[in-house]
């Protein structure tokens, strides 16, 4: 069994999307963020950065694993798994690219815009610095999107799954925050349209209720 910690989150989303794909039994471990449970000694046992999403698989060869930061926590259920992620070669690496491209890019930026533009006295500053950036990496997003089905090439990948649901939160809740040309693009509406159709990732997404 592995014990989900997570909370109502794009990067808490992508963990909860990817154990409905994998079929691994979880038990779910809400994280109420906003009342301060990721300062818990409890959670900060499974996530010393103090940052959701976390796991615990008691599964785990050698004994009970915790591990937090959402790329590796994908990448080693797709290993446990055997699925999302090739074993070896070219495409695994290319899967790992594009997830660590969301990790280290579109999250952070579109989180940092979300920040910004909900304040009530603005930075202007700060939001047109993320404004223009996000729309930067949305812009990336689309030309690989309108060469390549899936972010890895032809098979559904973690790198779709990390992707997705910042994705969905910039064509929704950040739209309006966004340069008026990364609102709406093809490839992006194409690919958003396939992966959220897809039963597993409309479960996940609405974990926790």
Excluded at 53 to 59: L, M
Excluded at 132 to 144: K, M, P
Aim: aromatic content about 10%; overall charge negative; some cysteine.
């Amino acid at each position: 069994m592995i014990d989900l910690y997570t909370w109502k989150t794009p990067n808490g989303r992508k963990i909860s999307v990817m154990l409905e794909e994998t079929g691994l039994p979880y038990d779910l471990k809400p994280i109420d963020i906003g009342h301060g449970e990721q300062k818990a000694p409890e959670f900060l046992a499974v996530s010393p950065n103090g940052k959701i999403p976390g796991i615990v698989d008691h599964d785990a060869a050698g004994g009970p694993l915790a591990l937090f930061e959402s790329g590796a926590i994908l990448t080693y259920l797709a290993d446990r798994h055997g699925s999302l992620l090739a074993p070896t070669g070219p495409a695994r690496y290319l899967a790992m690219s594009w997830t660590y491209w969301q990790v280290g890019g579109l999250g952070p930026m579109l989180g940092q815009l979300g920040f910004f533009s909900r304040q009530k006295e603005p930075n202007q500053a700060a939001i047109e610095r993320y404004s223009t950036e996000c729309g930067r990496l949305l812009h990336v997003l689309e030309d690989r999107l309108s060469a390549s089905p899936f972010l890895a090439g032809d098979a559904y990948s973690i790198a779709d799954i990390a992707a997705y649901p910042w994705t969905f939160a910039a064509r929704s809740m950040l739209a309006q925050a966004l340069p008026e040309d990364a609102r709406e693009l093809p490839a992006t509406t194409a690919w958003l349209d396939t992966v959220g159709a897809r039963p597993a990732v409309q479960r996940g997404m609405a974990v926790p209720a």
